[in-house]
């Protein structure tokens, strides 16, 4: 994962001048790199790559179609206390916090 000051729009006008496109997964669209790998932008600030199926499996994850680490409360749990722990704090909230 990628997030930075770079423009989505910037990015996919270079790819379009070098005759690279993307293919259509759910509600995203997966672009090949030179490197073998695949990626996709999440927002106009936020670029996912990787193998093309750890990719997916991320997006579809995103898009509700796999289960995510909080819907395993046993993982999710040790998680947090594991987190926590190496804080220094007494909990993780699951809730994000107020802006």
Same mark, same amino acid.
């Given at each position: 994962?990628?997030?930075?000051?770079?423009?989505?729009?910037?990015?996919?006008?270079?790819?379009?001048?070098?005759?690279?496109?993307?293919?259509?997964?759910?509600?995203?669209?997966?672009?090949?790199?030179?490197?073998?790998?695949?990626?996709?932008?999440?927002?106009?600030?936020?670029?996912?790559?990787?193998?093309?199926?750890?990719?997916?499996?991320?997006?579809?994850?995103?898009?509700?179609? *796999?289960?995510?680490?909080?819907?395993?409360?046993?993982?999710?749990?040790?998680? *947090?206390?594991?987190?926590?722990?190496?804080?220094?704090?007494?909990?993780?909230? *699951?809730?994000?916090?107020?802006?």
């Amino acid at each position: 994962m990628a997030q930075g000051s770079f423009s989505a729009k910037a990015v996919l006008k270079k790819m379009k001048l070098k005759k690279i496109s993307g293919v259509k997964y759910g509600t995203a669209t997966i672009y090949p790199m030179d490197s073998g790998l695949v990626m996709t932008f999440l927002d106009d600030n936020t670029l996912a790559f990787g193998e093309e199926a750890s990719l997916k499996s991320a997006l579809d994850t995103r898009d509700g179609k *796999r289960p995510s680490l909080d819907s395993n409360p046993v993982m999710s749990n040790r998680w *947090r206390r594991s987190i926590a722990a190496r804080c220094g704090a007494s909990s993780i909230s *699951r809730e994000p916090r107020p802006s």
